[in-house]
């Protein structure tokens, strides 16, 4: 069913000011990244990814969630997995999101913390 930790992801207010962080203070180099600033990705070193997020609409920011730290597992099947899930009583928080390079689905668990299920696109 889980492959493997996808990404980590943090939520971010200010962009410029995190990136200082991560790149400057860290030393991590930028993987994929948005122009607009919305969304940054770190390779880790030995594995593993750290993802930036500034949500673009400001309203959605005080929502549940969207404040806190996520985790993203890979999956194998997304839609074979969220039939199943949903068969099994799960609250997902999204349908299906594209990105440039994956798919994704937002679940929560019973405690309300946030688990992003992420499938990426075929080559």
């Known amino acids: 069913m889980l492959k493997k930790v996808a990404f980590t992801m943090f939520p971010v207010d200010d962009t410029a000011r995190a990136r200082a962080f991560y790149e400057g203070t860290l030393g991590l180099s930028v993987g994929l ?64 999101i594209k990105g440039p390079n994956c798919r994704m689905a937002n679940i929560e668990d019973p405690e309300g913390n946030a688990i992003i299920l992420h499938q990426l696109n075929q080559a």
């Not at 122009?35 to 309203?59: I, Q």
Request: proline residues 3%; negative net charge; hydrophobic residues 40%.
């Open 33 to 96: 990244c948005a122009s607009n600033g919305v969304w940054t990705e770190y390779d880790l070193p030995g594995g593993g990814c750290l993802a930036l997020f500034n949500h673009p609409n400001a309203a959605a920011k005080g929502e549940r969630g969207t404040k806190n730290a996520s985790i993203a597992f890979e999956v194998e099947d997304l839609d074979a997995l969220m039939k199943t899930l949903q068969a099994k009583g799960v609250k997902f928080t999204s349908g299906v």
